[in-house]
């Protein structure tokens, strides 16, 4: 997947974003980073896969903004999340050929990182994802 680029729907900032000193590292992240908006058109597309597959709620909703973003990217398309269940569910496309489906790939929240003694926020984040967690 050489040059594929990474993109994230506007609506995740919603699930990551909490106004606070580690927003600094997700700002960096986004920074190198294509963010999708969330037209009204892509938001008829997630009623339509919400109707579609049977889960509701806001949370269900916020999953359907991102599988419907995941399903207009150009393939390969490897959509990373905590919750693959919904999102399995939401992305499924039985009628188009194996190897040009929406792959869901889970992956481990990020839990907040407290300080150690002498050391900063940041350091620690930094040690955390470098140590590849």
Do not use: F, K, N, Y
Request: hydrophobic share 45%; charged share 25%; glycine share 8%.
């Amino acid at each position: 997947m050489a040059g594929a680029g990474v993109v994230v729907s506007s609506i995740t900032l919603t699930e990551v974003l909490r106004g606070g000193p580690r927003d600094a590292a997700v700002h960096r992240v986004l920074a190198r980073i294509r963010v999708l908006p969330v037209t009204p058109d892509l938001a008829r597309s997630a009623d339509e896969l919400l109707g579609a597959t049977g889960p509701s709620g806001h949370r269900c909703a916020i999953d359907a903004v991102v599988a419907a973003t995941a399903l207009r990217a150009d393939r390969p398309a490897i959509l990373l999340t905590s919750d693959v269940d919904d999102l399995h569910r939401l992305v499924d496309e039985p009628d188009r050929p194996q190897d040009s489906r929406v792959v869901v790939v889970h992956v481990r929240p990020v839990r907040p990182v407290r300080p150690s003694a002498g050391s900063g926020r940041a350091a620690d984040v930094s040690a955390r994802w470098r140590a590849g967690r």
